[in-house]
């Protein structure tokens, strides 16, 4: 028995030698360093750090997620301006004309994702109903000028030139149906579609109605702030543009209503005077008249040079090409 509790021993001093031994390989193994995870493929780049301009924007309580990569473009509509930036930095400052009270730009986030060479002008739903507005194909009178850069919306709001470039010039420029037009717009298209102004002037140049989409999206904040930076990077007051848009919207709609009240009706003609009886002949019974003697058609007024027609002109026929989209100005 002493024999065999000696084998017994030495075969547990054994297994706890291995054991032990085991256990000091495994430590040796191991690392204090944590393992570095393997690429996972979708890893962005660390975004950089906002711009000087962007800092004194947030430090005067404009909150516009401006991004610090890529192109943006933003329209504050008191102070009647576009800035585009270029990583963080304004790069192109543009004068524009916003919608009047009544028909007032809204506040929006969207994106450009094309510009639309000599486009032809479609009313929207309100302004035919409101102001008889029809159709007008592309050329010299098209209320968007020689282009649109088209935006990503449901409003029909978008960024164009105009043929009445002479508002640029005023001070309040509060003038089109909601849009944005835009004084630097062959620089902003050019830009946007990373090509020179005189590329922009021979696409123009073609004449056709036609649409070249941009290299990448371009993220449009229309956005409204009474502070805002000026040309030199200095905040300014400006005015609120539309302070009494309620005001204003009722008084466009009772003068659209006035002027669809005042489309003359026809008139029927009046009845020819009974004649007294022929000599010879008795009077009709009371209560009853001889019928009246049958009267030529009346002819509706013809238009004059001094009145012109009240109703609206016939709109002339799109191109069968394509069917526009309405747009406002």
Known sequence: MAEQDRVIGGSRALCFALAGALLLVLAGCATTTPSTPGPSGGQQAAEAPPSAYIKMMRENGINVAVPTRGKFIMVNIPSYELVAFKDGEPVLRSRVVVGQPATRTPEL????????????????????????AVYIPPGPNNPLGRMMLE?????????????????FKRERRAFSHGCIRVEQVRALAAWALGVTEDEIGKMIARGSTYSVPLPEEIPVFLVYYTRFPDERGQ?????????NWQAEERAYLARAAARRMAVPTPVK?????AQPPA?????????????AAPTA?????????????ATAPTAAPAPAAETPKPTSD
């Open 109 to 132: 986030n969207s994106s450009m994702f094309a510009v639309r060479f000599n486009p032809s002008w479609t009313p929207t739903p309100s302004m035919i109903r409101n102001e008889a």
């Open 151 to 167: 935006l990503d919306n449901d409003q029909f709001i978008y960024l164009h030139d105009t043929n009445q470039k002479g508002l």
């Open 235 to 243: 905040i300014a007051s400006y005015p609120d543009v539309y302070v």
């Open 269 to 273: 003609p009046a009845a020819a005077p």
């Open 279 to 291: 000599a010879g002949e008795s009077p009709a019974p009371p209560g009853e008249q001889p019928p």
């Open 297 to 309: 058609p009346s002819e509706p007024p013809q238009p004059t040079a001094e009145a012109p027609p």
